[in-house]
Protein backbone atom coordinates (compact mmCIF):
# COMPACT_ATOMS: atom_id res chain seq x y z
CA UNK A 1 0.00 0.00 0.00
CA UNK A 2 1.08 3.82 -0.54
CA UNK A 3 -0.28 7.05 1.16
CA UNK A 4 1.35 9.05 -1.87
CA UNK A 5 -1.07 8.88 -4.97
CA UNK A 6 0.71 9.36 -8.12
CA UNK A 7 -2.36 11.59 -9.85
CA UNK A 8 -1.45 14.63 -12.36
CA UNK A 9 1.94 13.01 -12.53
CA UNK A 10 4.07 9.76 -13.84
CA UNK A 11 4.88 6.77 -11.71
CA UNK A 12 7.75 7.70 -9.31
CA UNK A 13 10.66 4.71 -8.71
CA UNK A 14 8.92 2.00 -6.99
CA UNK A 15 5.55 3.33 -7.22
CA UNK A 16 3.31 1.44 -9.34
CA UNK A 17 1.92 2.46 -12.86
CA UNK A 18 -1.61 3.32 -11.06
CA UNK A 19 -3.04 4.23 -14.94
CA UNK A 20 -1.73 1.39 -16.42
CA UNK A 21 -3.29 -0.96 -13.67
CA UNK A 22 -6.33 0.79 -13.45
CA UNK A 23 -7.09 0.67 -16.76
CA UNK A 24 -6.49 -3.01 -17.12
CA UNK A 25 -8.62 -3.96 -13.81
CA UNK A 26 -11.34 -1.87 -15.81
CA UNK A 27 -11.49 -3.53 -18.86
CA UNK A 28 -11.01 -6.84 -17.94
CA UNK A 29 -14.13 -6.46 -15.37
CA UNK A 30 -16.20 -4.71 -18.37
CA UNK A 31 -15.17 -7.45 -20.77
CA UNK A 32 -16.55 -10.28 -17.78
CA UNK A 33 -19.48 -8.48 -16.76
CA UNK A 34 -20.89 -7.35 -20.07
CA UNK A 35 -21.75 -9.94 -21.47
CA UNK A 36 -23.36 -11.25 -18.06
CA UNK A 37 -25.39 -8.34 -18.26
CA UNK A 38 -26.59 -8.97 -21.74
CA UNK A 39 -26.97 -12.47 -21.31
CA UNK A 40 -28.56 -12.84 -17.42
CA UNK A 41 -29.62 -9.68 -16.51
CA UNK A 42 -31.19 -8.66 -20.10
CA UNK A 43 -34.02 -11.02 -20.22
CA UNK A 44 -34.95 -10.07 -16.58
CA UNK A 45 -35.55 -6.82 -18.14
CA UNK A 46 -39.11 -4.82 -18.15
CA UNK A 47 -41.49 -4.74 -20.16
CA UNK A 48 -41.29 -8.44 -21.04
CA UNK A 49 -41.79 -10.24 -23.95
CA UNK A 50 -45.92 -9.65 -24.12
CA UNK A 51 -46.08 -7.90 -27.48
CA UNK A 52 -43.75 -7.39 -30.49
CA UNK A 53 -43.11 -3.91 -29.07
CA UNK A 54 -42.65 -4.98 -25.88
CA UNK A 55 -39.82 -7.10 -27.14
CA UNK A 56 -38.49 -4.52 -28.52
CA UNK A 57 -38.20 -2.39 -25.78
CA UNK A 58 -36.35 -5.16 -24.12
CA UNK A 59 -34.10 -5.35 -26.28
CA UNK A 60 -33.58 -1.19 -25.54
CA UNK A 61 -33.75 -1.79 -22.06
CA UNK A 62 -30.67 -4.26 -22.88
CA UNK A 63 -28.60 -1.86 -25.14
CA UNK A 64 -28.97 0.74 -22.27
CA UNK A 65 -27.33 -1.70 -19.65
CA UNK A 66 -24.85 -2.79 -21.64
CA UNK A 67 -23.83 1.15 -22.31
CA UNK A 68 -24.57 1.98 -18.82
CA UNK A 69 -22.21 -1.37 -17.72
CA UNK A 70 -18.59 0.04 -18.43
CA UNK A 71 -19.51 3.38 -16.91
CA UNK A 72 -20.99 1.65 -13.35
CA UNK A 73 -17.49 -0.14 -13.38
CA UNK A 74 -15.38 2.67 -13.91
CA UNK A 75 -16.94 4.67 -11.35
CA UNK A 76 -16.97 1.77 -8.90
CA UNK A 77 -13.52 0.11 -10.07
CA UNK A 78 -11.91 3.74 -9.14
CA UNK A 79 -13.69 4.19 -5.87
CA UNK A 80 -12.82 0.42 -5.15
CA UNK A 81 -9.08 0.97 -6.11
CA UNK A 82 -8.53 4.52 -4.41
CA UNK A 83 -9.61 2.65 -1.58
CA UNK A 84 -7.19 0.10 -1.38
CA UNK A 85 -4.08 1.99 -2.50
CA UNK A 86 -4.87 5.72 -1.82
CA UNK A 87 -5.99 5.12 1.44
CA UNK A 88 -4.09 7.71 3.68
CA UNK A 89 -2.20 5.62 6.88
CA UNK A 90 -3.57 6.32 10.11
CA UNK A 91 -2.71 9.02 12.42
CA UNK A 92 -1.36 10.60 9.33
CA UNK A 93 -3.28 14.22 8.33
CA UNK A 94 -1.62 14.66 5.04
CA UNK A 95 -3.31 16.93 2.07
CA UNK A 96 -2.94 14.86 -1.19
CA UNK A 97 -0.88 16.81 -3.96
CA UNK A 98 -2.86 19.61 -6.10
CA UNK A 99 -4.32 18.66 -8.89
CA UNK A 100 -3.55 20.45 -11.96
CA UNK A 101 -5.45 20.63 -15.26
CA UNK A 102 -5.13 17.98 -17.69
CA UNK A 103 -6.04 19.03 -21.16
CA UNK A 104 -6.25 15.71 -22.42
CA UNK A 105 -7.65 13.80 -19.80
CA UNK A 106 -10.44 16.81 -19.59
CA UNK A 107 -10.96 16.49 -23.46
CA UNK A 108 -11.77 13.00 -23.71
CA UNK A 109 -14.05 12.98 -20.50
CA UNK A 110 -15.83 15.70 -21.61
CA UNK A 111 -16.21 14.22 -25.46
CA UNK A 112 -17.06 10.81 -24.28
CA UNK A 113 -19.41 11.34 -21.79
CA UNK A 114 -21.18 14.09 -24.82
CA UNK A 115 -21.18 10.93 -26.89
CA UNK A 116 -22.16 8.54 -24.68
CA UNK A 117 -24.86 11.08 -23.46
CA UNK A 118 -26.07 12.00 -26.77
CA UNK A 119 -26.29 8.60 -28.18
CA UNK A 120 -28.14 7.38 -25.78
CA UNK A 121 -30.81 10.47 -25.89
CA UNK A 122 -31.00 9.88 -29.34
CA UNK A 123 -31.23 5.67 -29.15
CA UNK A 124 -33.83 6.62 -26.80
CA UNK A 125 -35.81 8.94 -28.47
CA UNK A 126 -35.80 6.95 -31.89
CA UNK A 127 -36.82 3.89 -30.13
CA UNK A 128 -39.57 5.67 -28.46
CA UNK A 129 -41.28 6.07 -31.55
CA UNK A 130 -39.80 3.06 -33.78
CA UNK A 131 -42.03 0.14 -32.19
CA UNK A 132 -44.91 1.33 -33.84
CA UNK A 133 -45.49 4.38 -31.56
CA UNK A 134 -46.02 2.17 -28.64
CA UNK A 135 -43.33 4.27 -26.20
CA UNK A 136 -45.56 7.05 -26.92
CA UNK A 137 -48.23 7.76 -28.96
CA UNK A 138 -47.14 9.19 -32.13
CA UNK A 139 -49.83 11.60 -32.54
CA UNK A 140 -53.00 11.10 -35.32
CA UNK A 141 -50.46 10.44 -37.85
CA UNK A 142 -47.87 8.22 -36.89
CA UNK A 143 -44.67 8.18 -38.62
CA UNK A 144 -44.54 4.34 -38.65
CA UNK A 145 -47.37 2.00 -39.35
CA UNK A 146 -47.17 -2.08 -39.43
CA UNK A 147 -48.07 -3.68 -42.31
CA UNK A 148 -51.36 -6.13 -42.40
CA UNK A 149 -54.91 -5.93 -40.60
CA UNK A 150 -55.43 -3.74 -37.30
CA UNK A 151 -57.87 -4.29 -34.92
CA UNK A 152 -58.48 -0.17 -34.14
CA UNK A 153 -59.74 -0.28 -30.23
CA UNK A 154 -60.49 3.03 -28.51
CA UNK A 155 -58.87 4.15 -25.17
CA UNK A 156 -61.25 6.67 -23.85
CA UNK A 157 -60.08 8.35 -20.68
CA UNK A 158 -61.69 10.40 -17.88
CA UNK A 159 -61.70 11.19 -14.79
CA UNK A 160 -60.57 8.24 -13.07
CA UNK A 161 -61.41 5.14 -15.69
CA UNK A 162 -60.12 4.11 -18.63
CA UNK A 163 -62.99 2.97 -20.75
CA UNK A 164 -62.59 0.99 -24.45
CA UNK A 165 -64.59 1.04 -27.63
CA UNK A 166 -64.15 -0.98 -30.64
CA UNK A 167 -65.69 0.65 -33.18
CA UNK A 168 -65.48 -2.62 -35.66
CA UNK A 169 -67.80 -3.91 -33.32
CA UNK A 170 -70.46 -1.57 -33.42
CA UNK A 171 -69.04 1.17 -31.03
CA UNK A 172 -69.73 -0.95 -28.39
CA UNK A 173 -67.84 0.77 -25.23
CA UNK A 174 -66.46 -1.59 -22.05
CA UNK A 175 -64.77 -1.14 -18.80
CA UNK A 176 -62.37 -3.79 -19.20
CA UNK A 177 -59.90 -4.21 -22.01
CA UNK A 178 -59.40 -7.58 -23.50
CA UNK A 179 -57.54 -8.43 -27.19
CA UNK A 180 -56.94 -11.38 -29.46
CA UNK A 181 -53.95 -12.51 -29.68
CA UNK A 182 -51.40 -11.70 -32.44
CA UNK A 183 -53.46 -9.70 -33.51
CA UNK A 184 -52.59 -5.91 -34.44
CA UNK A 185 -53.99 -3.78 -32.32
CA UNK A 186 -54.32 -0.29 -32.97
CA UNK A 187 -54.98 2.16 -29.95
CA UNK A 188 -56.69 5.35 -30.54
CA UNK A 189 -56.28 7.28 -27.32
CA UNK A 190 -58.24 10.38 -25.96
CA UNK A 191 -59.72 12.07 -23.07
CA UNK A 192 -63.14 13.53 -22.31
CA UNK A 193 -61.57 15.76 -19.76
CA UNK A 194 -58.39 16.17 -18.53
CA UNK A 195 -54.31 14.89 -19.76
CA UNK A 196 -54.17 11.20 -18.60
CA UNK A 197 -51.85 8.38 -19.69
CA UNK A 198 -53.23 5.23 -20.80
CA UNK A 199 -49.78 3.11 -19.44
CA UNK A 200 -50.38 -0.90 -20.13
CA UNK A 201 -46.79 -1.99 -19.22
CA UNK A 202 -46.95 -5.42 -19.93
CA UNK A 203 -47.54 -4.74 -23.88
CA UNK A 204 -45.13 -1.86 -23.95
CA UNK A 205 -47.66 0.70 -24.61
CA UNK A 206 -47.97 4.04 -23.00
CA UNK A 207 -49.56 6.71 -25.16
CA UNK A 208 -50.97 10.18 -23.52
CA UNK A 209 -54.57 11.00 -23.79
CA UNK A 210 -55.56 14.04 -24.42
CA UNK A 211 -58.62 16.01 -24.59
CA UNK A 212 -59.71 16.60 -28.49
CA UNK A 213 -56.50 14.54 -29.96
CA UNK A 214 -56.42 11.04 -31.03
CA UNK A 215 -53.06 9.61 -30.20
CA UNK A 216 -52.11 6.43 -32.18
CA UNK A 217 -49.74 3.40 -30.64
CA UNK A 218 -49.78 0.41 -32.13
CA UNK A 219 -48.86 -3.34 -30.27
CA UNK A 220 -49.19 -6.84 -31.17
CA UNK A 221 -49.65 -9.39 -28.13
CA UNK A 222 -47.94 -11.94 -28.02
CA UNK A 223 -48.45 -13.94 -25.05
CA UNK A 224 -52.37 -14.96 -23.31
CA UNK A 225 -51.75 -13.11 -20.53
CA UNK A 226 -53.45 -10.41 -17.80
CA UNK A 227 -52.58 -7.10 -17.27
CA UNK A 228 -52.87 -4.08 -16.03
CA UNK A 229 -53.83 -0.23 -17.65
CA UNK A 230 -52.40 2.32 -15.39
CA UNK A 231 -52.92 6.23 -15.92
CA UNK A 232 -49.42 7.35 -15.81
CA UNK A 233 -50.58 11.09 -15.84
CA UNK A 234 -51.34 13.22 -12.53
CA UNK A 235 -54.70 13.98 -13.10
CA UNK A 236 -56.65 14.02 -9.73
CA UNK A 237 -57.40 12.93 -6.49
CA UNK A 238 -58.01 9.27 -7.66
CA UNK A 239 -54.80 9.17 -10.23
CA UNK A 240 -53.33 6.08 -8.49
CA UNK A 241 -56.85 4.27 -8.20
CA UNK A 242 -56.71 4.68 -11.91
CA UNK A 243 -56.42 1.39 -13.33
CA UNK A 244 -58.18 -1.47 -15.35
CA UNK A 245 -57.89 -5.13 -15.81
CA UNK A 246 -56.73 -6.33 -19.36
CA UNK A 247 -56.34 -9.56 -21.28
CA UNK A 248 -54.86 -11.03 -24.06
CA UNK A 249 -56.87 -14.42 -24.83
CA UNK A 250 -56.72 -16.85 -28.24
CA UNK A 251 -59.15 -15.47 -31.17
CA UNK A 252 -61.94 -17.80 -30.43
CA UNK A 253 -62.42 -16.16 -26.70
CA UNK A 254 -61.93 -12.77 -28.13
CA UNK A 255 -64.92 -13.35 -30.05
CA UNK A 256 -67.10 -14.90 -27.86
CA UNK A 257 -66.53 -12.25 -25.18
CA UNK A 258 -66.96 -9.48 -27.59
CA UNK A 259 -70.08 -10.50 -28.69
CA UNK A 260 -71.47 -11.13 -25.58
CA UNK A 261 -70.70 -7.42 -24.57
CA UNK A 262 -72.71 -6.13 -27.40
CA UNK A 263 -75.02 -8.24 -26.03
CA UNK A 264 -75.00 -6.97 -22.49
CA UNK A 265 -74.48 -3.47 -23.79
CA UNK A 266 -76.81 -3.05 -26.00
CA UNK A 267 -78.73 -0.14 -24.19
CA UNK A 268 -75.69 2.13 -23.81
CA UNK A 269 -74.29 1.49 -26.82
CA UNK A 270 -77.86 2.80 -28.32
CA UNK A 271 -77.52 6.03 -26.79
CA UNK A 272 -73.25 6.36 -27.41
CA UNK A 273 -72.34 9.21 -29.47
CA UNK A 274 -71.40 8.13 -32.81
CA UNK A 275 -68.09 6.63 -33.24
CA UNK A 276 -65.69 9.79 -33.52
CA UNK A 277 -62.35 9.85 -33.18
CA UNK A 278 -62.22 12.55 -30.35
CA UNK A 279 -65.10 13.54 -28.56
CA UNK A 280 -65.90 17.18 -26.76
CA UNK A 281 -68.72 16.30 -24.63
CA UNK A 282 -70.47 19.88 -23.38
CA UNK A 283 -69.85 21.23 -20.44
CA UNK A 284 -72.62 20.59 -17.96
CA UNK A 285 -74.93 23.23 -16.55
CA UNK A 286 -73.74 22.60 -13.19
CA UNK A 287 -69.82 23.20 -14.12
CA UNK A 288 -70.58 26.53 -16.31
CA UNK B 1 -31.56 44.73 18.61
CA UNK B 2 -32.22 41.74 21.34
CA UNK B 3 -36.09 42.25 21.08
CA UNK B 4 -36.69 42.60 17.81
CA UNK B 5 -34.73 39.27 17.06
CA UNK B 6 -36.87 37.69 20.11
CA UNK B 7 -39.98 39.17 18.78
CA UNK B 8 -39.25 38.04 15.25
CA UNK B 9 -38.45 34.81 16.59
CA UNK B 10 -41.33 34.40 18.30
CA UNK B 11 -43.94 34.95 15.77
CA UNK B 12 -42.03 33.04 13.49
CA UNK B 13 -42.43 29.85 15.81
CA UNK B 14 -46.00 31.12 15.70
CA UNK B 15 -46.72 30.99 12.42
CA UNK B 16 -45.00 27.74 11.81
CA UNK B 17 -47.46 26.49 14.82
CA UNK B 18 -50.63 27.70 13.45
CA UNK B 19 -49.43 25.81 9.39
CA UNK B 20 -48.43 23.02 11.62
CA UNK B 21 -51.66 22.27 13.27
CA UNK B 22 -53.64 22.92 9.87
CA UNK B 23 -51.56 20.50 7.61
CA UNK B 24 -52.28 18.50 10.53
CA UNK B 25 -55.53 18.82 10.90
CA UNK B 26 -56.24 18.32 7.37
CA UNK B 27 -54.14 15.47 6.77
CA UNK B 28 -55.70 13.88 9.79
CA UNK B 29 -59.19 15.02 9.10
CA UNK B 30 -61.02 11.55 7.35
CA UNK B 31 -64.52 11.20 7.11
CA UNK B 32 -66.07 8.41 9.97
CA UNK B 33 -66.60 4.84 8.85
CA UNK B 34 -70.13 3.73 8.69
CA UNK B 35 -71.18 0.48 8.56
CA UNK B 36 -74.03 -1.28 6.50
CA UNK B 37 -77.34 -2.45 9.13
CA UNK B 38 -77.69 -5.98 8.75
CA UNK B 39 -81.01 -6.91 6.85
CA UNK B 40 -82.63 -9.97 8.91
CA UNK B 41 -82.97 -13.51 7.12
CA UNK B 42 -86.69 -12.63 6.72
CA UNK B 43 -86.20 -9.93 4.46
CA UNK B 44 -83.50 -11.47 2.47
CA UNK B 45 -80.40 -11.51 4.51
CA UNK B 46 -77.13 -9.06 3.71
CA UNK B 47 -76.56 -5.46 4.38
CA UNK B 48 -78.41 -2.56 3.75
CA UNK B 49 -77.16 0.91 3.16
CA UNK B 50 -79.09 4.05 2.87
CA UNK B 51 -78.02 7.17 1.26
CA UNK B 52 -78.91 10.39 -0.05
CA UNK B 53 -77.39 12.68 -2.87
CA UNK B 54 -77.94 16.55 -2.25
CA UNK B 55 -77.20 19.86 -4.39
CA UNK B 56 -75.41 21.60 -1.70
CA UNK B 57 -74.42 20.09 1.89
CA UNK B 58 -75.05 23.16 3.63
CA UNK B 59 -73.28 25.27 6.42
CA UNK B 60 -74.96 22.69 9.31
CA UNK B 61 -72.82 19.67 7.49
CA UNK B 62 -70.05 21.49 5.96
CA UNK B 63 -69.67 24.88 7.34
CA UNK B 64 -66.41 25.19 5.42
CA UNK B 65 -68.32 23.85 1.68
CA UNK B 66 -71.86 24.82 2.03
CA UNK B 67 -72.40 24.92 -1.45
CA UNK B 68 -70.61 21.52 -2.32
CA UNK B 69 -72.85 18.21 -3.56
CA UNK B 70 -72.73 15.92 -1.33
CA UNK B 71 -73.07 11.95 -0.58
CA UNK B 72 -74.94 11.08 3.18
CA UNK B 73 -75.26 7.89 4.93
CA UNK B 74 -77.98 7.03 7.19
CA UNK B 75 -76.21 5.52 10.34
CA UNK B 76 -78.76 4.60 13.62
CA UNK B 77 -81.66 7.06 12.58
CA UNK B 78 -79.67 9.57 11.45
CA UNK B 79 -78.04 11.19 8.59
CA UNK B 80 -74.10 11.31 8.68
CA UNK B 81 -71.64 13.31 6.05
CA UNK B 82 -69.72 10.33 5.13
CA UNK B 83 -68.41 8.44 2.04
CA UNK B 84 -66.69 5.26 3.88
CA UNK B 85 -68.81 2.47 4.26
CA UNK B 86 -68.52 -0.90 5.87
CA UNK B 87 -69.95 -4.18 3.90
CA UNK B 88 -69.06 -7.85 4.63
CA UNK B 89 -67.08 -9.83 2.24
CA UNK B 90 -69.31 -12.12 0.07
CA UNK B 91 -72.51 -10.75 0.77
CA UNK B 92 -75.22 -8.69 -0.85
CA UNK B 93 -75.83 -4.68 -0.15
CA UNK B 94 -78.68 -3.65 -0.79
CA UNK B 95 -78.75 0.37 -1.85
CA UNK B 96 -81.56 3.05 -0.61
CA UNK B 97 -80.76 5.98 -2.06
CA UNK B 98 -83.01 9.21 -2.58
CA UNK B 99 -81.83 11.46 -4.95
CA UNK B 100 -82.64 15.35 -4.22
CA UNK B 101 -80.11 17.06 -6.74
CA UNK B 102 -81.00 18.09 -10.09
CA UNK B 103 -80.42 16.14 -13.31
CA UNK B 104 -76.78 17.09 -15.07
CA UNK B 105 -76.01 14.89 -17.23
CA UNK B 106 -73.69 12.35 -18.32
CA UNK B 107 -70.06 13.15 -19.95
CA UNK B 108 -69.58 9.39 -20.70
CA UNK B 109 -73.43 7.65 -22.11
CA UNK B 110 -71.71 4.47 -21.40
CA UNK B 111 -72.81 5.03 -17.64
CA UNK B 112 -76.35 5.72 -18.64
CA UNK B 113 -76.97 1.53 -18.14
CA UNK B 114 -77.05 0.03 -15.14
CA UNK B 115 -74.24 -2.78 -14.66
CA UNK B 116 -73.06 -4.93 -11.91
CA UNK B 117 -76.35 -4.80 -9.76
CA UNK B 118 -78.11 -7.98 -9.09
CA UNK B 119 -79.76 -8.76 -12.33
CA UNK B 120 -78.42 -5.56 -14.07
CA UNK B 121 -81.43 -3.28 -12.71
CA UNK B 122 -82.34 -0.92 -10.42
CA UNK B 123 -85.80 0.71 -9.36
CA UNK B 124 -86.10 4.24 -9.85
CA UNK B 125 -89.51 5.34 -7.76
CA UNK B 126 -90.53 1.59 -7.83
CA UNK B 127 -90.09 1.31 -11.67
CA UNK B 128 -87.45 -1.04 -12.55
CA UNK B 129 -84.79 -0.08 -15.34
CA UNK B 130 -81.59 -1.26 -16.80
CA UNK B 131 -80.66 2.43 -17.99
CA UNK B 132 -81.72 5.53 -18.59
CA UNK B 133 -81.67 8.62 -20.68
CA UNK B 134 -77.73 9.89 -20.35
CA UNK B 135 -79.11 13.83 -20.06
CA UNK B 136 -81.26 12.37 -16.76
CA UNK B 137 -78.70 11.53 -14.14
CA UNK B 138 -77.44 13.88 -11.61
CA UNK B 139 -75.19 12.01 -9.92
CA UNK B 140 -73.59 8.05 -10.54
CA UNK B 141 -72.35 5.54 -7.64
CA UNK B 142 -69.95 3.47 -9.33
CA UNK B 143 -67.23 1.13 -7.76
CA UNK B 144 -64.95 0.26 -10.81
CA UNK B 145 -63.30 -2.33 -9.30
CA UNK B 146 -66.00 -4.58 -8.73
CA UNK B 147 -67.94 -3.53 -12.40
CA UNK B 148 -70.62 -1.73 -10.50
CA UNK B 149 -71.94 1.62 -11.97
CA UNK B 150 -75.55 2.90 -11.56
CA UNK B 151 -76.88 6.07 -13.00
CA UNK B 152 -79.25 8.25 -10.69
CA UNK B 153 -81.93 10.29 -12.06
CA UNK B 154 -81.98 13.65 -10.71
CA UNK B 155 -85.18 15.77 -10.21
CA UNK B 156 -86.44 17.46 -12.80
CA UNK B 157 -86.42 20.93 -13.49
CA UNK B 158 -89.88 21.45 -12.86
CA UNK B 159 -89.72 19.96 -9.33
CA UNK B 160 -86.24 21.90 -8.85
CA UNK B 161 -88.12 25.42 -9.36
CA UNK B 162 -91.12 24.14 -6.84
CA UNK B 163 -88.99 22.78 -4.21
CA UNK B 164 -85.87 21.94 -4.07
CA UNK B 165 -83.53 20.82 -1.06
CA UNK B 166 -80.97 23.43 -0.35
CA UNK B 167 -79.32 22.16 3.06
CA UNK B 168 -78.57 18.66 3.97
CA UNK B 169 -79.95 16.80 5.18
CA UNK B 170 -82.34 16.60 3.31
CA UNK B 171 -85.85 15.50 3.93
CA UNK B 172 -88.57 13.38 2.56
CA UNK B 173 -91.29 16.68 1.62
CA UNK B 174 -88.56 17.58 -0.66
CA UNK B 175 -88.70 16.63 -4.45
CA UNK B 176 -86.78 13.88 -5.27
CA UNK B 177 -85.99 10.15 -6.60
CA UNK B 178 -86.19 6.90 -4.64
CA UNK B 179 -83.54 4.47 -6.20
CA UNK B 180 -82.78 0.84 -4.87
CA UNK B 181 -80.11 -1.78 -5.94
CA UNK B 182 -78.34 -4.30 -5.13
CA UNK B 183 -74.72 -5.72 -5.60
CA UNK B 184 -72.66 -8.65 -4.51
CA UNK B 185 -69.58 -7.88 -2.56
CA UNK B 186 -66.13 -10.28 -3.25
CA UNK B 187 -63.14 -10.62 -1.33
CA UNK B 188 -62.17 -8.62 1.19
CA UNK B 189 -60.35 -5.17 0.70
CA UNK B 190 -60.93 -1.22 0.26
CA UNK B 191 -62.90 -0.70 -3.40
CA UNK B 192 -62.73 3.57 -4.05
CA UNK B 193 -66.64 4.86 -5.65
CA UNK B 194 -67.00 8.04 -7.36
CA UNK B 195 -69.31 9.83 -9.07
CA UNK B 196 -69.23 9.55 -12.81
CA UNK B 197 -70.58 12.99 -13.43
CA UNK B 198 -68.44 15.97 -13.54
CA UNK B 199 -71.18 17.66 -10.81
CA UNK B 200 -68.26 20.26 -9.17
CA UNK B 201 -70.18 22.99 -9.69
CA UNK B 202 -67.62 26.00 -10.78
CA UNK B 203 -64.91 24.05 -11.60
CA UNK B 204 -63.20 23.28 -14.24
CA UNK B 205 -64.70 20.55 -16.77
CA UNK B 206 -66.99 20.08 -13.03
CA UNK B 207 -64.10 17.70 -11.52
CA UNK B 208 -62.93 19.88 -8.73
CA UNK B 209 -64.03 20.89 -5.37
CA UNK B 210 -66.30 18.07 -4.11
CA UNK B 211 -65.13 15.58 -6.93
CA UNK B 212 -61.84 15.63 -5.48
CA UNK B 213 -62.67 15.86 -1.79
CA UNK B 214 -62.80 12.78 0.05
CA UNK B 215 -65.84 12.65 1.87
CA UNK B 216 -68.35 14.57 -0.85
CA UNK B 217 -68.35 12.75 -4.13
CA UNK B 218 -66.12 10.02 -3.54
CA UNK B 219 -65.13 7.52 -1.10
CA UNK B 220 -64.34 4.09 -0.32
CA UNK B 221 -66.42 0.65 0.11
CA UNK B 222 -64.37 -1.49 3.00
CA UNK B 223 -64.88 -4.99 2.49
CA UNK B 224 -64.99 -6.85 5.90
Not at chain 1, 24 to 37: D, E, F, H, N, R
Not at chain 1, 84 to 94: S, T
Not at chain 2, 10 to 32: E, R
Not at chain 2, 149 to 159: F, I
Request: some cysteine; charged content about 15%.
Amino acid sequence: MSSSPAVGSGPSSGEPNHARRFAALWLVSTVIALPLVILLIGPLLGPGNGSDQSTLQRTDMTVLAGVATPVILLVMTMLAYSLIYFRQEKGAALEGPAVRGDARIQATWIIVTSLIVLGIAIFGTVELEAPDGAGSGSGPNPLTVPSGPKLPVQVIAQQWLFTYRYPTYGGVETSVLELPVNETVEFNVTSLDVIHSFWAYKLGVKADANPGVDNIAYAKPTEEENFEVHCAELCGIWHGAMKSKGSVVSDSAFNTWIHEQQTRLAPATKVLPTYSKTYNPEPTRRAE
Amino acid sequence: MAKKVLGVSVAVVALGLAIGLYVANWATSFPTTVSASVNPPSAGGGTNLTLQTVGAVGRKVSPGNPDWVSYLVKSNGRWVHSTIYNVPANSIVHVTLYEYDSASGLRNALFSQVQGTVGGTMTVDGKTVSAVNPEEPAHTFAIPELGVYVPLPGVSEAEEEKDFCEEAPCEPKYHHRTITFSFRTGKKGRYRWQCFVPCGAGYPLGNGGPMQTLGYMDGFIDVV
